[in-house]
């Protein structure tokens, strides 16, 4: 089994016109892709299988004027039937890859508490887990 790992831009947002949409929580709405490719902190990788797109990993780079530079992994997915076949780790490496010649030095995730695959995963890829208290709302 071939799996390629692209990174996104503006230039090549169309490889989304095939996805499987599981790799989500949402469908892809091509406006809100397009501005946040734009986004030069913004780093979208997709995994492509014959040509859909079966996983995904979505980063921000956050710059801090008193703390490290750090990559946050903001969503990972990647479709069910192609779980526990390396391809999140894949993602992650080459993710890794790009923070650091961005100038990261730390990264950092976070999931739901019962997301036990998620906790399971990111445990074996030996992140530090601390507990914290997520406040949101609406603007």
């Known amino acids: 089994m071939t799996i390629e790992i692209i990174q996104l831009g503006e230039s090549n947002m169309d490889i989304f016109n ?15 892709l397009a501005a946040m490719l ?3 902190n913004n780093i ?8 859909v797109v079966i996983g995904q990993v979505l980063a921000v780079i956050h710059r801090h004027p008193d703390k490290p530079t750090e990559l946050y992994i903001d969503d990972l997915g990647v479709s069910e039937k192609f779980q526990r076949r390396g ?29 036990e695959p998620a906790i399971k995963f990111y445990d074996s890829l030996n992140l530090i887990a601390r507990k914290v208290i997520v406040f949101e709302g609406n603007l």
């Open 87 to 115: 391809i999140a780790t894949r993602l992650l490496e080459q993710m890794y890859i790009i923070g650091v010649e961005r100038g990261c030095e730390e990264v950092w995730v976070a999931t739901e508490p019962d997301n």
């Open 18 to 32: 095939q996805y499987d949409e599981d790799i989500f929580d949402e469908k892809i709405d091509a406006g809100r």
């Open 38 to 40: 734009k986004e030069q």
């Open 44 to 51: 979208l990788l997709a995994a492509v299988h014959d040509g």
